[in-house]
């Protein structure tokens, strides 16, 4: 059994932010592979959880209600209750130290300066595999201010035409 975890903050107004790159992901991946949106919101694990078969296997796709900051609560209930090894964790989220249109798949590595990160390492340790979507940093803004700005509608054009479907390969491969 797999779990896919995609960071993000779940209410509307940060839908389309750059802190929220792992949500509109899992949105792209849902819609090209014509998934079903059968979501169940639970509560005892603060998340939506979609199950799907992928590579013959049970796979549960994860996007936590909770502030990004405190993610790894949901990941923790998760991985205690469907008794998933780190090792069959995948965590999908944004990073400002990768240039727009990067895309990094690492086994393992530090949460630098992402606090969802942070979270999830509190909660069950470091060795878990992420996907890191890079988003950039323009220095002139403030940084919660910058990962919380929208992105334009030419930046989303690019994300659905060229990050996203290099994202998607990167996870399938590595399911």
């Not at 606090?115 to 919660?144: A, M, P, Y």
């Not at 479907?165 to 990167?170: F, L, Q, R, T």
Request: a negative charge.
């Amino acid at each position: 059994m797999k779990l896919i975890i995609w960071l993000g903050n779940p209410w509307p107004q940060y839908a389309l932010t750059r802190h929220n790159v792992g949500f509109l992901f899992l949105d792209f991946l849902v819609e090209k592979n014509n998934f079903s949106w059968d979501w169940k919101s639970e509560s005892k694990f603060k998340a939506e959880i979609f199950e799907t078969i992928l590579n013959g296997e049970k796979t549960i796709f994860v996007k936590p209600l909770t502030f990004m900051n405190l993610s790894g609560e949901s990941v923790l209930k998760l991985m205690s209750f469907y008794k998933i090894p780190k090792e069959d964790i995948i965590v999908i989220f944004d990073d400002i130290s990768l240039e727009p249109g990067k895309v990094r798949f690492r086994e393992t590595w530090s949460a630098g300066w992402q606090n969802g990160v942070k979270s999830i390492i509190s909660h069950i340790g470091e060795d878990f595999k992420r996907i890191k979507i890079g988003i950039g940093q323009d220095k002139t803004w403030d940084l919660s201010d910058w990962v919380l700005s929208k992105f334009s509608s030419e930046e989303i054009e690019v994300l659905q035409k060229d990050i996203f479907p290099k994202a998607s390969d990167i996870l399938f491969e590595k399911l």
